[in-house]
């Protein structure tokens, strides 16, 4: 069904349609402006028109046709990155709109896996395997409501349990990819078609992580194997608060190393605490950062006395046992945690990764940026938030808010000053998009930029798969 | 330049720039998140595929009109009368406290585009047919009263029964059988002889101009009949009095009812009962203007749950989340298919219960979702509420009264001790439940707090307790000493003494009730 038609002008509107179908093609400038924008504000080219495919031979078809066109593609998941990454970067591209393809397609108990659509949402699948017993590692980016499978793993994306389970891309068992000729590739232990897909790594070299993280660059991805984990019953929760940040880092430290969280969340800056959990330090007021730890096992005594020893290692660098609240409203407000922040105004992202232990060296530089600025007075607030990833590293989330349209031309300077300040100080995104691109190639060796065209120009001859993405221009 | 186009729509220019397009409004599923229940909360995206139909795409659309990047054409009007303004991208959304004003922001663009001489021919033939006529079908306004028959209504009573257009001339069933009901309950009611279109269409459809003449009658009309209290059963006309007319600035000192509401007084105070032959397994669907839009959930619950043999079972979404069944904000009228295609969905998700019979509270659901269950063929049977109590058995005080000591104890306890509401603004509400008991909390003053006993239409804050935790709770003759355990029995559980709770609120919301100092006091932050 259709209320708003096609324009009909794009040049492979007729074919994309007789590959699909009428409602699930349009190239009409109402249905297209739906489209312009991720949940950031940048913008790169529009697409030229806009696909639904239902199913893995539908992929294929649309890759053929690009490919014997030489039409740009640009795969999408459900839009809601904070970088621009889905947005075609040359005109006339096809996008797809790959939210169609949700289904589960199989839960291997024996293997610990499960297989998903591309387009299968984060939230979804969370309330899926917990349905029957499961847990994945990595749960999801914080906007995993609306947030894809697939998208995640192309761009690297960061959030829920990657204290314990390490990034999106660290879960991937397997992919099934439609390559830019069209031909489907199945990685990991898919390479046996004899074999279940079990395993990442067997035989030949690692192909699964050429495409994690690509952006779209080099496929398009239908299908993703994951591994899942028996559901953890018992969970404690443990807020601490320190009376200095490099405290708060050291206890925020050691307790990765040791592994006791399955999350691990650090409000750095006391100053940016009432943006982000309002209320929450005004009994405190000599607490200047607090760590929020979720501790999640199938075990109930284990489960406490992860907490207890949570608690020592706080109390041992002087911290403070101040109560659960934050740790647990975190976690049971899955995914609902950014939305209200919003209230704040647009917001503004320099999320990055960086070792936990050079944390302190980039709050410097934010506040000094902040002061620089005058950002309070002018009505511009923040967050200055850590989340720590598997082992001893964190991703960096200072975010500033602009109340309105006319604050935004303030905010994005003190922005793109906060972006060479990440990268000045060690930082390396973990998504590229928009967001980041420019800066990152600014910085990467030649040796290892070189590497990727070489791998992108055998895939993808034409450059067809999401054109100019790494590239650098927008 | 361009937003002169957009005189309307121009007021919600701030507030679309504070949507951060998490596309919640689109794709969410938060049943794992929160226990909030929501699913694809778009009913018309559901169907029609394409970003544009949600309201993260309608912000860019929007924002694009308003830049100019977009000029007003044909596919723009199509576009804006394919929303049901249902509000549940509103209810889902987050990004500010009430979320973002979707249906009044497509309410406004549908204003912007008659200003730009881009109607409807349609709407254009309603608009008249309200003008000359009075409703919306082009029916004689002296042939509205013919659905009741010979029935005579006095000119005065205590109650008047606002019947609508559409029960007046489609779906006159609901009409007789509300007359019948109120009849056999013993209810000192008439019916207006001239009333006339509530505006509800008319607003929808971004029209305004004879909303004021429209209510003014009826207000002057309901005035002569001496009534204290007005009962519909149109969800649409209801929303229309309690929101549309009041925004408008229009005062009137009757008490508007839905007939959901009302029945519910009667059944509370043991006027009224009602009892089945036999059992009976059925849903409901919530009317997007009864909920959502005026936040009546529980009393067509309770009215149904009241009935003897009868077993409510939800569907996946209810309440505030519940899907649309299409017919809303002029589709079924502009895009019949489009509106049968989405009654079809509500259907499944009824089908899905393994009920019976799938009861609603409003005329337009009803046609909606009886045209649905056909156009896909489903045999589900459908009703609107009162032609379904109308068979069954009234009686009067039927009710059994549960005997609840500590559901009393606890609520006597809070209503005594208000210094634990300290804080909260006045209307705050929360519900709390522990076992099968439920009562809630409603702030109607500084230290002043009410209970009530039962579930909340719309709580704040949901807050389940072990009895054991109730039973340590209300020993505490200090309020400081209460707000402490309460914080314990959160922070440290035990198998028999804990608190659990559900944010029904965004966070934002929450701390503009003063929800802040609650949390503090007892040592939650």
């Not at chain 1, 591994?227 to 990765?256: C, H, N, W």
């Not at chain 1, 691990?264 to 940016?272: G, K, Q």
């Not at chain 2, 209810?318 to 509500?346: D, F, I, M, P, Q």
């Not at chain 2, 804990?498 to 919301?509: E, H, S, Y």
């Amino acid at each position: 069904m259709t209320v708003v038609g096609s324009s009909k002008n794009h040049p492979l509107y007729s074919e994309l349609v007789s590959i699909t179908a009428k409602e699930r093609v349009s190239d009409n400038q109402v249905i297209i402006s739906a489209y312009s924008k991720d949940a950031c504000h940048l913008e790169a080219e529009r697409p030229g028109i806009i696909v639904m495919p239902n199913n893995l031979q539908e992929v294929q078809e649309i890759v053929k046709l690009c490919a014997r066109t030489k039409t740009p593609i640009m795969p999408a998941g459900g839009r809601s990155g904070i970088c621009g990454a889905c947005l075609p970067r040359v005109p006339n591209s096809v996008m797809l709109d790959m939210v169609n393809m949700k289904k589960m397609v199989s839960l291997d108990e024996k293997t610990m896996t499960v297989t998903v659509e591309a387009g299968m949402r984060w939230a979804e699948l969370i309330h899926i395997l917990n349905d029957k017993g499961f847990k994945l590692g990595f749960r999801g980016p914080y906007g995993g409501n609306a947030a894809t499978i697939a998208g995640s793993v192309s761009i690297n994306s960061m959030g829920y349990a990657a204290s314990k389970y390490g990034p999106a891309p660290e879960g991937v068992i397997s992919l099934e990819v439609v390559l830019p000729n069209g031909e489907i590739v199945r990685t990991g232990s898919g390479w046996n078609t004899e074999a279940q897909i079990f395993t990442r790594y067997s035989s030949f070299a690692d192909m699964t992580g050429i495409f994690l993280g690509d952006h779209g660059t080099l496929g398009v991805k239908t299908k993703v194997t994951l591994k899942i984990y028996p559901k953890a019953e018992f969970s404690t929760y443990i807020d601490l608060g320190f009376r200095s940040l490099d405290d708060a880092m050291v206890a925020f430290e050691e307790i990765q190393r040791r592994g006791l969280t399955e999350e691990l969340n650090c409000l750095l800056a006391r100053e940016s605490a009432d943006t982000y959990f309002p209320g929450l330090l005004d009994s405190h007021p000599k607490i200047q950062a607090t760590i929020h730890s979720v501790i999640m096992e199938t075990d109930k005594e284990l489960a406490e006395r992860k907490v207890q020893i949570i608690r020592e290692i706080g109390e041992n660098i002087k911290g403070k046992d101040i109560g659960n609240f934050a740790a647990q409203i975190h976690w049971a407000e899955k995914f609902n945690e950014v939305q209200p922040m919003y209230n704040n105004g647009f917001w503004l992202n320099t999320c990055h990764l960086r070792p936990i232990y050079r944390l302190p060296e980039l709050m410097e530089r934010m506040r000094a940026i902040f002061k620089k600025y005058d950002l309070e007075k002018k009505g511009i607030s923040w967050i200055a938030d850590a989340l720590a990833v598997e082992r001893t590293y964190a991703a960096a989330w200072v975010t500033i808010f602009a109340p309105t349209r006319n604050d935004m031309e303030l905010a994005e300077r003190a922005w793109n000053e906060m972006l060479d300040a990440a990268m000045e100080t060690g930082g390396c995104p973990y998504w590229s998009g928009l967001l980041w691109e420019n800066r990152a190639l600014e910085k990467v060796d030649d040796n290892f930029i070189q590497l990727y065209r070489t791998i992108k120009k055998a895939i993808d001859p034409d450059n067809i798969m999401a054109p100019m993405v790494f590239e650098g221009g927008y | 330049m361009t937003e002169s186009k957009f005189p309307n729509l121009i007021s919600y220019k701030d507030e679309l720039w504070l949507c951060g397009r998490c596309g919640d409004c689109s794709l969410a599923d938060k049943t794992v998140a929160s226990g909030r229940g929501v699913d694809h909360p778009c009913a018309i995206k559901n169907v029609l595929g394409f970003e544009a139909y949600s309201a993260k795409g309608r912000v860019m659309i929007l924002n694009d009109l308003l830049e100019g990047k977009l000029e007003i054409n044909q596919d723009v009007v199509d576009w804006a009368h394919a929303c049901n303004t249902c509000k549940s991208c509103q209810e889902t959304c987050m990004a500010t406290a009430d979320g973002i004003h979707m249906p009044d922001m497509v309410e406004a663009l549908r204003k912007d585009l008659i200003v730009n001489g881009f109607t409807v021919k349609k709407h254009d033939e309603i608009e008249n047919s309200i003008i000359n006529e009075f409703n919306p079908y082009k029916e004689t306004q002296d042939f509205r009263l013919k659905v009741f028959g010979d029935r005579e209504f006095p000119p005065k009573a205590e109650v008047v029964y606002f019947t609508g257009c559409t029960s007046s001339y489609r779906e006159k069933e609901i009409a007789v059988t509300t007359v019948e009901l109120l009849t056999k309950l013993g209810v000192d009611y008439t019916v207006l002889q001239d009333e006339r279109c509530c505006g509800s269409v008319l607003l929808r459809l971004g029209r305004e101009k004879t909303f004021g003449n429209l209510t003014k009658h009826n207000i002057e009309s309901i005035n002569r009949t001496g009534a204290k209290t007005v009962v519909t059963a149109c969800a649409g006309c209801y929303r229309t009095w309690k929101v549309d007319v009041v925004e408008a600035g229009y005062e009137y000192d009757f008490q508007v009812l839905h007939i959901t509401e009302f029945l519910d007084e009667l059944i509370t105070k043991g006027a009224a009962s009602f009892e089945l032959k036999e059992k009976l397994r059925v849903t409901y669907h919530d009317p997007c203007h009864l909920g959502r839009h005026s936040e009546v959930y529980e009393a067509p619950r309770r009215v149904i749950e009241s009935i003897e043999n009868v077993e409510l079972v939800e569907m996946a979404t209810n309440k505030r989340y519940a899907h649309c069944c299409g017919s809303g904000g002029g589709v079924k009228g502009t895009y019949s298919n489009l509106a049968n295609e989405v009654a079809g969905n509500r259907i499944r998700e009824a089908e899905e219960t393994g009920a019976e019979l799938l009861l609603t509270a409003c005329p337009f659901c009803y046609r909606g979702l009886r045209d649905g269950a056909k156009y896909i063929g489903s045999d589900i049977k459908v009703l609107d509420l009162p032609t379904f109590l109308l068979d069954a058995k009234i009686g009067k005080s039927m009710m059994k009264v549960k005997d609840e000591p500590l559901k009393l104890k606890f609520m006597e306890y809070l209503v005594a001790h208000p210094m634990i509401f300290d804080g909260l603004k006045k209307g705050a509400v929360i519900d709390y439940e522990f076992e099968d008991s439920r009562f809630h909390i409603e702030v109607i003053g500084k230290r002043e707090v009410i209970a009530k006993p039962q579930r909340a239409e719309n709580p704040d804050v949901e807050l389940m307790f072990s009895p054991a935790a109730v039973e340590t709770l209300v020993t505490f003759t200090s309020e400081d000493k209460y707000a402490e355990q309460f914080g314990k029995f959160f922070k440290e559980p035990t198998d028999s003494e804990w608190i659990r709770f559900n944010l029904r609120l965004n966070i934002v919301k929450l701390l503009m009730k003063g929800y802040r100092k609650f949390a503090q006091k007892a040592g939650l932050i």
